[in-house]
């Protein structure tokens, strides 16, 4: 099995890597963009092309594995997750800050078999900063391993918190409540407007706790396996266990962490992927 992970990571690296240039084209901003879901749920032609070659360069290398693609979904592809080996990509998590130019943005591609992740390649080519995880092999960030902070508790974290790509009124309402028990609790808040790059920063020990209610499994396969091999953990944001479908995600640099936070928080339902 680790020799397949290995071909699997190499194929997908290459792919991932070829096409972050097309997002490098784009560094100062891509102000043509379509609406999703809603006003603030963007698409551009670059999120359609990368998830394109991607899919078509790892289907061609890997006939009988699966996809779940962002933009696929959106197009009508069921979003379906079985034991088959299953490629889940965003071609570009944070397609907002995409689109203004803001350079936190990233190709997020995960592997998963069995329903595990197994394969975690998170790229933000603006600024040449390539996260990546295999199964039981660690974290690492351009090649060098990473870790999770040493935080424990909340009022001495770093929290990575979005406001997401809804205006729904329940959910801005628990964001709200959150968002100002986080400014009471911890010990700042910060937000990238990148799901997968935010639980990138917590692999990396730069930020100690990140939730968000409303993201997809595209936004969260690569950050689970990478946050999990730095060290930390993956849960439901009410302390259960991680379910990459429920569109529900808390990730901490430790599990005392991740259930004083899940504690703390007011909780939101979003309908499953
Ligand atoms: C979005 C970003 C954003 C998060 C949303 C995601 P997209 O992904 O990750 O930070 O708050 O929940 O949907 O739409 O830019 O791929």
């Known amino acids: 099995m680790s020799d397949n992970i290995d071909e699997y990571f190499d194929v997908a690296l290459s792919l991932v890597r070829s096409a972050g240039n097309l997002i490098k084209e784009h560094v100062d901003g891509c102000n043509v963009f379509e609406l999703k879901s809603c006003d603030i749920d963007?698409?551009?032609?670059?999120?359609?092309?990368?998830?394109?070659?991607?899919?078509?360069?790892?289907?061609?290398?890997?006939?009988?594995?699966?996809?779940?693609?962002?933009?696929?979904?959106?197009?009508?592809?069921?979003?379906?997750?079985?034991?088959?080996?299953?490629?889940?990509?965003d071609p570009v998590d944070g397609t907002m800050n995409?689109?203004?130019?803001?350079?936190?943005?990233?190709?997020?591609?995960?592997?998963?078999?069995?329903?595990?992740?197994m394969i975690g390649i998170i790229y933000n080519p603006n600024?040449?900063?390539?996260?990546?995880?295999?199964k039981g092999q660690g974290a690492f960030l351009n090649g060098r391993q990473i870790h999770v902070s040493q935080v424990k508790e909340l009022n001495k974290a770093l929290v990575v918190f979005e406001t997401g790509t809804s205006r729904d009124e329940e959910k801005c309402?628990?964001?709200?409540?959150?968002?100002?028990?986080?400014?009471?609790?911890?010990?700042?808040?910060?937000?990238?407007?990148?799901?997968?790059?935010?639980?990138a920063m917590v692999a990396m020990g730069g930020a100690d706790v990140n939730f968000?209610?409303?993201?997809?499994?595209?936004?969260?396969?690569?950050?689970?396996?990478?946050?999990?091999?730095?060290?930390?953990?993956?849960?439901?944001?009410?302390?259960?266990?991680?379910?990459?479908?429920?569109?529900?995600?808390?990730?901490?640099s430790s599990q005392e962490l991740a259930e004083e936070v899940a504690k703390s928080i007011?909780?939101?339902?979003?309908?499953?992927d």
């Open 127 to 134: 600024l040449e900063q390539l996260f990546t995880a295999k």
């Open 173 to 199: 309402k628990v964001v709200f409540e959150n968002l100002k028990r986080m400014i009471n609790l911890g010990h700042g808040v910060r937000s990238l407007g990148s799901a997968a790059l935010n639980m």
């Open 98 to 117: 995409f689109v203004h130019g803001f350079p936190h943005n990233c190709i997020s591609l995960g592997l998963s078999i069995n329903k595990e992740n």
């Open 212 to 252: 968000e209610f409303g993201i997809h499994a595209w936004d969260i396969s690569a950050g689970d396996i990478l946050v999990r091999e730095a060290g930390g953990v993956c849960i439901d944001p009410a302390g259960g266990p991680f379910d990459m479908l429920s569109r529900r995600v808390l990730c901490a």
């Open 42 to 89: 963007l698409v551009t032609e670059i999120d359609k092309k990368v998830e394109e070659t991607l899919i078509g360069g790892l289907s061609k290398a890997f006939p009988t594995h699966k996809f779940i693609g962002e933009e696929s979904v959106a197009d009508g592809v069921k979003c379906v997750l079985t034991d088959d080996p299953t490629w889940i990509i």
């Open 266 to 272: 007011d909780q939101f339902y979003p309908e499953r």
